[in-house]
């Protein structure tokens, strides 16, 4: 597995950099706290770590809204009901801005509906990610290669 901070083969430690959990490799480790390390094949098995990530539903907006008028509520008596501002809850439900987790779990709770989902992301490959994103690495290595053809 590559080092997410610069690239490197071998990331044999799982460390939160800046709040983050990375695969890095020793030279890396300094940069962030180290919660476990993996070993060869020879000493110990390797770890193999999944995070799970929470995620607010595509048509949050939608479900909250629905929701709110099968029950009859105004906004203002929704927002009541769940402790937040009414121009809180009238910009969550026309998309103008995302609840928070806690709000959303509030939602959750008194509309009895589903908003948040939970997604695995797994470390088979060189990145904890859910679509092809560039890593810190992979910059490096950019602007290596634009040095080179300078």
């Known amino acids: 597995m590559d080092c997410e901070l610069c690239g490197r083969p071998n990331a044999n430690a ?25 070993y060869d094949e020879d000493k110990k098995p390797k770890q193999q ?5 929470i995620e607010l539903v595509d048509d949050y907006a939608d479900r909250i809204k629905d929701a709110r ?3 009859g509520m105004t906004i203002r008596q929704l927002a009541a009901a769940v402790a937040e501002k009414e121009s809180y809850m009238d910009r969550i439900e026309k998309e103008e801005t995302t609840p928070t987790e806690s709000t959303a779990r509030k ?16 470390a088979n490959k060189n990145v904890l990610k859910r679509n092809d994103a560039i890593t810190l690495g992979d910059i ?10 300078e």
């Open 69 to 71: 008028n099968k029950k």
């Open 49 to 53: 770590i999944s995070k799970k990530e």
């Open 107 to 122: 939602l959750e709770k008194f509309l009895n509906i589903k908003l948040l989902h939970e997604v695995e992301l797994s």
């Open 14 to 38: 799982i460390a939160i950099v800046e709040g983050v959990q990375m695969n890095v490799c020793e030279k890396c480790e300094k940069h962030g706290k180290v919660i476990s390390k993996s």
């Open 140 to 149: 490096i290595e950019i602007k290596k290669k634009e040095k080179r053809n």
